[in-house]
């Protein structure tokens, strides 16, 4: 297992059976080896994330959790800066993922759901390479879940959708 993977299985572990279990990171790992981790879990899902900031090493994990199987849809929310200064990214990014829309955005959010699961994240990191302490709450409770998916969902039909001709 991964050094990441393995310090999150630890903080995960302690915890396991509960509906809601708190973690936290001393910058040992990233909201998108979370992500991986949660779908070693789970199995393949769909998946919804909201963040302020992603990096192409994020990007990159999506891309290999796909590639695995692991991800049938993958539905993100970022803030408006990341088009402003990410451009990039977001071109990347778009033949990475079903959907992806700007709006303003400090929120920070996993949810994967399939028949089994119903799996939210709530915390503190962006989806980029961590070193800083952070904190998260992983909840396995479907009626969490749902309100969630119900506000990101809210958020992304108001938001502007970022369409791949935007870059041509």
Same mark, same amino acid.
């Given at each position: 297992?991964?050094?990441?993977?393995?310090?999150?299985?630890?903080?995960?572990?302690?915890?396991?059976?509960?509906?809601?279990?708190?973690?936290?990171?001393?910058?040992?790992?990233?909201?998108?080896q979370?992500?991986? &981790?949660?779908?070693? *879990?789970? $199995?393949? %899902?769909?998946?919804?994330?909201?963040?302020?900031?992603?990096?192409? /090493?994020?990007?990159?994990?999506?891309?290999?959790?796909?590639?695995?199987?692991?991800?049938?849809?993958?539905?993100?929310?970022?803030?408006?800066?990341?088009?402003?200064?990410?451009?990039?990214?977001?071109?990347?990014?778009?033949?990475?993922?079903?959907d992806?829309?700007?709006?303003?955005?400090?929120?920070?959010?996993?949810?994967?759901?399939?028949?089994? &699961?119903?799996?939210? *994240?709530v $915390?503190? %990191?962006?989806?980029?390479v961590?070193?800083?302490?952070?904190?998260? /709450?992983?909840?396995?409770?479907?009626?969490?879940?749902?309100?969630?998916?119900?506000?990101?969902?809210?958020?992304?039909?108001?938001?502007?959708?970022i369409?791949?001709?935007?870059?041509?």
């Amino acid at each position: 297992m991964q050094k990441h993977l393995q310090k999150i299985h630890e903080a995960v572990s302690k915890f396991e059976g509960q509906p809601v279990i708190p973690v936290s990171s001393d910058g040992d790992w990233s909201m998108h080896q979370l992500l991986e &981790y949660l779908l070693g *879990v789970s $199995g393949p %899902a769909k998946v919804w994330i909201s963040s302020f900031s992603i990096t192409e /090493v994020a990007i990159r994990s999506f891309l290999q959790l796909q590639e695995k199987g692991l991800v049938s849809e993958l539905h993100c929310l970022f803030d408006l800066t990341v088009k402003r200064h990410k451009i990039g990214l977001l071109f990347f990014l778009h033949n990475v993922v079903s959907d992806v829309v700007v709006t303003k955005c400090h929120a920070k959010l996993i949810l994967i759901q399939n028949e089994k &699961y119903s799996i939210t *994240v709530v $915390g503190s %990191a962006n989806f980029n390479v961590n070193d800083k302490k952070e904190v998260a /709450v992983i909840h396995f409770e479907s009626w969490f879940f749902d309100f969630y998916l119900e506000i990101i969902q809210q958020w992304m039909e108001s938001g502007i959708k970022i369409q791949p001709d935007e870059f041509v």
